[in-house]
């Protein structure tokens, strides 16, 4: 996706997920891993780490 469509996206997920429902982002851009409340890295399918985040950016604040 290109980075216009791509935030709508997540705009649309973070709103889905500020009414209490779990969304699970899978991808390679390491651009949005600030706007997770829990960061999971997996490397040859297994877990490698396994970060809490106590202040996610809102999408809004990325620079794609």
């Given amino acids: 996706l290109d ?3 791509s935030m709508e996206i997540m705009n649309l997920l973070e709103e889905i997920n500020d009414r ?3 969304v699970v ?3 390679h851009n390491g651009a949005l891993a600030p706007t ?3 960061l ?3 490397k040859s399918g297994k877990i490698e780490s396994f970060e809490e985040n ?3 950016v809102p999408v809004q604040e990325l620079e794609w």
Avoid: C, L, W
Wanted: aromatic residues 0%; charged residues 10%.
């Fill in 20 to 22: 209490g429902i779990t």
């Fill in 54 to 56: 106590p202040s996610p």
């Fill in 40 to 42: 999971i890295r997996m």
């Fill in 3 to 5: 980075a216009h469509n």
């Fill in 25 to 27: 982002v899978v991808t």
């Fill in 36 to 38: 997770a409340d829990v």
